[in-house]
């Protein structure tokens, strides 16, 4: 399968601990995405790469959050210090090139106790 | 802040009925692109819009693109089962190139 895979698909853990996500896109894409989605909502970007730069962060991307793509070619998210509301369904996504479409992967299903 | 209102919320209807989503916003897109999405599942690209009055038919849909290219529509025929899902309307709006911005959605369920 070519498609976008990100791991784990669940992870349950403690509100104040570090948690961390990977992304591994489509090979050729150079775009890279991260959204949230919480239940009954559409997804909301979080942020992007181009290769390995971070070109955009969302207002919704608080100082726990961190994203980073040092090759150009997996990503990894990481919340420090987990609260409740961090629970959601985070996503990745990848294109080629701004325009054309993003293609998602199946999601990393956060629940914070 | 750009929205894209989607409508109706909710939809439950019979297999073989037909139904519309709509998916609507004050502002112009770029282009819009329809998704539909299972539960645990990450959305999966049905269909991208790009020129305003442009209409797509991918087997029983249908997506029509509004002239002013404000609002978006996804006519279903002869619904199936299988067509269950959340479907979801998103857009890279003029001047934002890269993000998408999502609707609310349109939790479709068919019945047997």
């Known amino acids: 399968d070519t498609g976008v895979s990100q791991n784990p698909r669940h992870k349950i853990t403690k509100r104040g601990q570090n948690v961390t996500f990977r992304c591994d896109p489509i090979?050729?894409?150079?775009?890279l995405y991260w959204y949230r989605q919480t239940l009954g909502q559409g997804p909301e970007f979080l942020t992007y790469?181009?290769?390995?730069?971070?070109?955009?962060k969302s207002r919704l991307l608080s100082d726990r959050f961190s994203a980073e793509r040092p090759k150009g070619s997996f990503s990894t998210l990481e919340i420090q210090r987990t609260e409740q509301g961090d629970s959601a369904m985070y996503l990745c996504?990848?294109?080629?090139?701004?325009?054309?479409?993003?293609?998602f992967g199946p999601g990393t299903r956060l629940t914070v106790t | 802040t750009q929205l894209l209102e989607q409508s109706p919320q909710f939809l439950s209807i019979q297999e073989g009925e037909n139904l519309t989503v709509y998916c609507n916003s004050s502002?112009?897109?770029?282009?819009l692109q329809w998704y539909r999405q299972e539960p645990g599942e990450g959305p999966v690209l049905l269909v991208t819009?790009?020129?305003?009055?442009e209409v797509k038919k991918l087997k029983r849909l249908t997506f029509q693109f509004g002239d002013a290219r404000k609002d978006s529509s996804l006519h279903i025929t002869a619904a199936q089962p299988g067509d269950t899902g959340l479907y979801l309307c998103?857009?890279?709006?003029?001047?934002?190139?890269?993000?998408?911005?999502f609707g609310t959605g349109t939790r479709l369920q068919v019945t047997l």
């Open positions: 996504a990848s294109s080629l090139g701004s325009s054309s479409e993003q293609y």
């Open positions: 090979s050729e894409h150079n775009r």
């Open positions: 790469f181009q290769n390995e730069a971070q070109l955009e």
């Open positions: 502002s112009v897109f770029s282009s």
């Open positions: 819009v790009v020129t305003g009055g």
């Open positions: 998103a857009s890279r709006f003029t001047g934002t190139a890269s993000k998408l911005t």
